[in-house]
Nanobody, 121 residues
Framework: QLQASGGGLVQPGGSLRLTCAAASGFTLDYLAIGWFRQAPGKEREWVSC????????FYADSLKGRFIISREAAKNTVYLQMNSLKIEDTAIYYCAADNVCVSNWDIYRNRGQGTQVTVSS
């Protein structure tokens, strides 16, 4: 019911905007949306989350100041703007939805397919 998109190949220092979209008939309006990522050979890690009304946003400490999460209710979509990308940001990025923001992937009842982000020169 969720699909992350917008990944690709970008040079270090570049930017990408990821999109988390819901399938037709599935509304994100009353759900918190979290972003996670999983780099090769590493465990999935929490990146960011936005509350159901968009009023609260949360970020992993290591990403504060570079990543911005937002939501656009009219498009039933949540974005993750990623700036000043680093090689270590290379990973598959996933979005997930549930009632509140949590940092545990397994708790989210709705979990989407990922999109590959590769940061390389």
């Amino acid at each position: 019911q969720l699909q992350a998109s917008g990944g690709g190949l970008v040079q270090p220092g570049g930017s990408l905007r990821l999109t988390c979209a819901a399938a037709s008939g599935f509304t994100l309006d009353y759900l918190a949306i979290g972003w996670f990522r999983q780099a090769p050979g590493k465990e999935r890690e929490w990146v960011s989350c936005v509350s159901s009304n968009g009023g609260d946003t949360f970020y992993a400490d290591s990403l504060k100041g570079r990543f911005i999460i937002s939501r656009e209710a009219a498009k039933n979509t949540v974005y993750l703007q990623m700036n000043s990308l680093k090689i270590e940001d290379t990973a598959i990025y996933y979005c997930a939805a549930d009632n509140v923001c949590v940092s545990n992937w397994d708790i989210y009842r709705n979990r989407g397919q990922g999109t590959q982000v590769t940061v390389s020169s």
